[in-house]
């Protein structure tokens, strides 16, 4: 008889084998995948907390200022005694000025007047012009898989050990110029920190969490399958520990048929009839917008293992998800439109590591007569099929499928260089497949 999965016994067994290669091990990192909504976030902060406590200076290197916030305000909570030191620009307006609120929190733009605290925080920008310090012991260094290698080539000298904490399956680092003259080459500076770290020193502990807190049962299941393969997970939660319900009952149009279906069975598949258009089909845009709005209509709330009691569904709780800046605009103009004000619409870059309840997705092939390399990167469809806990409706037009077709991948294979898989176009082809399950044509 196969055991049970116990999520939580899972999660705290991988979380032990972390902290003690950190903090026992003797290698010079240590490498963790993390799946969406693993908790991520939750271990840097443990293991900053363990290492802080074991009497080991630590510095953490984030890619963002709002991450480096955030990391800050979670070690408060957690441990507000702790001395944390706030590495920052000197730009006007450098930090979350929440942070003036943290009485153990001492912030600067000079590394030396954070010397001697037990943990200090900044983006990798901001570290790589650090010179002439003592380099700490330990550093942690948070998303791993979006910082290039150059960056982290740039900070290498102010640490002797590394804990290095990512998801391999969102989006790649960003670069502003073509790198393909280093294609191939173990030193390649647009490729991934984790990527050159392993090429490099392929003998370093590596492990993995193995429990996804925030995709439901009805989720995890093919996000793993589509953008994991080699390193599977599973849901922290059963098919019926969460529930979505409205008060208000469907109008019969194909945005509220489609809610339902979402509700049901955690994914919707709004399907507009094929046809070519512009990036911001204005058909599209407005279904997206529509859907949201008879979202918050119908008086939408939710159960969790959070919460027993049904929690009403507000707008903060909603995302839309677009591969395209000028997309989300169009989307915001549409909800304004509508009345609608408060729900995220954003890219899958900018909605990266964020969780909502509900998103709504606009299918970065929908309408398009092509599939370019941009549109197929698999980490793009991962980011916005992974950020809900309850549910994902995607608009997208008919002949996707058949887009990719017929246009299989035409990118120049480049020696040395390891294949991601699965690649765009097959990762594409399984979230179609399940989504059609789902599917409710309409004609606006």
């Given at each position: 008889m196969t055991p049970l999965f116990d999520p939580g016994a899972e999660a705290a067994r991988a979380t032990a084998a972390i902290l003690e290669d950190t903090l026992h091990g003797d290698a010079r990192g240590v490498v963790v995948d993390s799946p969406p909504g693993a908790g991520k976030s939750t271990l840097v902060v443990r293991a900053a907390r363990e290492l802080a406590a074991a009497g080991r200076p630590l510095m953490v290197v984030a890619q963002t200022n709002a991450q480096v916030d955030d990391l800050v305000v979670r070690l408060a909570e957690k441990e507000?005694?702790?001395?944390v030191g706030r590495l920052h620009s000197n730009d006007p307006d450098p930090y979350d000025r929440a942070l003036d609120e943290l009485p153990n929190v001492r912030k600067s733009a000079k590394a030396g007047d954070l010397a001697g605290l037990d943990v200090v925080i900044s983006t990798a920008a901001k570290w790589?012009?650090?010179?002439?310090?003592?380099p700490w012991r330990h550093a942690i260094v948070d998303e791993a898989y979006q910082m290039r290698s150059d960056a982290l080539l740039a900070v290498a000298g102010l640490f002797e050990r590394a804990l290095f904490v990512g998801d391999p399956g969102q989006l790649d680092p960003f670069s502003v110029v073509g790198a393909e003259q280093w294609a191939g080459l173990s030193y390649d500076p647009s490729a991934s920190a984790v990527s050159t770290?392993?090429?490099?020193?392929?003998?370093?502990?590596?492990?993995?969490?193995?429990?996804?807190?925030?995709?439901?049962?009805?989720?995890?299941?093919?996000?793993?399958?589509a953008f994991y393969p080699y390193t599977p997970f599973r849901s922290g939660t059963g098919?019926?520990?969460?529930?979505?319900?409205?008060?208000?009952?469907?109008?019969?149009?194909?945005?509220?048929?489609?809610?339902?279906?979402?509700?049901?069975?955690?994914?919707?598949?709004?399907?507009?009839?094929?046809?070519?258009?512009?990036?911001?089909?204005?058909?599209?845009?407005?279904?997206v917008a529509l859907v949201v709005r008879r979202l918050l209509?119908?008086?939408g709330a939710s159960v969790s293992e959070r919460s027993p009691d049904p929690v009403p569904l507000t707008a903060d709780r909603v995302a839309v998800g677009t591969a395209h800046r000028d997309q989300a605009a169009a989307v915001r103009a549409a909800l304004a439109e509508l009345g609608v004000s408060g729900v995220s619409v954003d890219t899958a870059?900018?909605?990266?590591?964020?969780?909502?309840?509900?998103?709504?997705?606009?299918?970065?092939?929908?309408?398009?007569?092509?599939?370019?390399?941009f549109h197929l990167e698999t980490g793009r469809l991962c980011v916005l099929a992974s950020?809900?806990?309850?549910?994902?409706?995607?608009?997208?037009?008919?002949?996707?499928?058949?887009?990719?077709?017929?246009?299989?991948?035409?990118?120049?294979?480049?020696l040395g260089v390891t294949v991601k898989f699965p690649d765009g176009w097959e990762a594409n082809h399984?979230?179609?497949?399940?989504?059609?399950?789902?599917?409710?044509?309409?004609?606006?």
């Open positions: 507000p005694e702790l001395p790589a012009h650090v010179k002439d310090v003592e770290l392993l090429a490099h020193n392929p003998e370093l502990p590596q492990h993995r969490l193995p429990v996804s807190w925030r995709l439901p049962a009805s989720a995890a299941p093919l996000v793993s399958g098919p019926g520990d969460r529930r979505l319900a409205f008060g208000v009952a469907s109008n019969g149009s194909g945005p509220d048929r489609v809610l339902d279906e979402a509700a049901e069975s955690g994914w919707g598949l709004l399907e507009l009839p094929a046809r070519h258009t512009p990036r911001t089909d204005p058909e599209a845009v407005r279904a209509d119908r008086g870059n900018r909605l990266q590591g964020r969780e909502f309840d509900v998103t709504v997705v606009l299918h970065p092939l929908s309408g398009r007569p092509d599939a370019t390399a950020r809900h806990r309850h549910a994902c409706v995607v608009v997208c037009r008919a002949g996707v499928t058949e887009l990719l077709d017929e246009h299989p991948s035409t990118e120049p294979v480049q399984s979230v179609l497949s399940h989504l059609e399950e789902h599917r409710v044509s309409w004609r606006p």
